[in-house]
């Protein structure tokens, strides 16, 4: 469960496109905005993931590629399964 941010969502948009748009390192530009240089890092990451996945647009294509992944990921684990099985179950008839 996420807890509400403490910071206005405004603040966040705007200080990621500060990062972007600026020369100046983004610890300098944290301590100029009162904000802790890791929290500002987190905030441009997640934007750079929601530009590449395209969630800024749409939170729901961004649910459902998420949801996607994890079963893509829960797949592979029962390939490796079938494949250790059909491995030892091979060793077990040459027996």
């Known amino acids: 469960m996420s807890r509400r941010s403490r ?3 405004q ?3 705007d200080a990621v496109e500060l990062v972007n748009s600026s020369d100046r390192p ?8 009162g904000v802790n240089h ?3 890092r987190s905030w441009v ?18 649910d459902e590629v998420q949801r996607l992944r994890n079963r893509v990921a829960e797949l592979q684990k029962e390939k490796e399964i079938l494949r250790k099985a059909a491995a030892y179950s091979a060793r077990e008839m040459d027996r």
């Open 45 to 62: 990451t997640a934007a750079k993931q929601a530009a590449d996945v395209g969630s800024a647009e749409d939170p729901a294509v961004a």
């Open 11 to 13: 603040l966040r948009r």
């Open 26 to 33: 983004l610890r300098q530009i944290a301590r100029e905005l």
């Open 38 to 40: 890791e929290t500002l």
């Open 7 to 9: 910071y206005p969502e």
